[in-house]
């Protein structure tokens, strides 16, 4: 069965300062991946998304991850954090069975001035 | 933004009445997702549908039913809407479903907020 564990369920970092925020996967066959991000009463947007092609993958707004398939990872990252960010962050895998999405439990980010 | 809008936005009802939920896409996506949110569990998948009159159960299905009569539109039923349903509801899209190649993006609308007393 598929699985995402995100390992914070909440970061805080300094406005200009690097965010990492992470995610391992469980899964039998080579899923796709996804980051979405929700602002405050907001749906949910998508940031960036992996499949199978460049194992860096470059989304929204400055944010990168990179696929890692020996450390089943798929973390999120941004240089140099904004007030703008402040949000939860979810993780995503495909399911291999139909079309379901299987979400992660969120990371909430926090962004200090 | 993708064109999806969901009705109502805020809905608060007493146990035991009926509730519907309306998404309604202008994409003209072949798939349409329920999903409800809650605390410390992410996103989950209640119902979805592939075109139609097809649709297919997610990991959550028991205590709701779903039609889609339209392209456009994808209802959510609660028959006796109970506490435990008190959640945040999502409706998303998306264009091709899952191959055994990719993952096509799924697009979400703005929720609905339900509270059951």
């Known amino acids: 069965a598929q699985s995402v564990t995100q390992l914070d369920s909440h970061v805080s970092v300094s406005e200009g300062t690097p965010v990492l925020l992470r995610c391992n996967y469980s899964s039998s066959y080579s899923p796709s991946l996804f980051w979405y991000v929700q602002h405050p009463n907001k749906g949910l947007q998508l940031l960036l998304k992996?499949?199978?092609?460049?194992?860096l993958v470059k989304g929204i707004n400055g944010f990168e991850a990179e696929f890692k398939k020996s450390e089943t990872s798929f973390h999120l990252t941004k240089p140099s954090a904004h007030m703008s960010d402040a949000a939860e962050y979810f993780c995503v895998v495909s399911s291999q069975a139909g079309t379901a999405l299987i979400f992660g439990k969120g990371t909430t980010l926090s962004v200090s001035s | 933004d993708a064109g999806i809008t969901q009705s109502p936005r805020h809905k608060v009802t007493e146990t035991g009445t009926p509730v519907t939920l309306r998404c309604h896409q202008t994409?003209?996506?072949?798939?349409m997702y329920w999903y409800r949110q809650d605390p410390g569990h992410g996103l989950r998948l209640i119902h979805y549908?592939?075109?139609?009159?097809?649709?297919d159960k997610g990991e959550v299905s028991d205590g709701y039913s779903v039609s889609r009569s339209k392209t456009e539109d994808f209802l959510l039923t609660l028959e006796s809407a109970t506490s435990s349903q008190t959640s945040v509801y999502f409706c998303a899209i998306s264009e091709r479903g899952t191959s055994a190649l990719s993952t096509d993006t799924q697009y979400f609308g703005p929720g609905t907020r339900l509270t059951v007393l």
């Open positions: 994409e003209n996506h072949r798939y």
């Open positions: 992996y499949t199978s092609a460049a194992t």
């Open positions: 549908s592939y075109g139609v009159k097809d649709t």
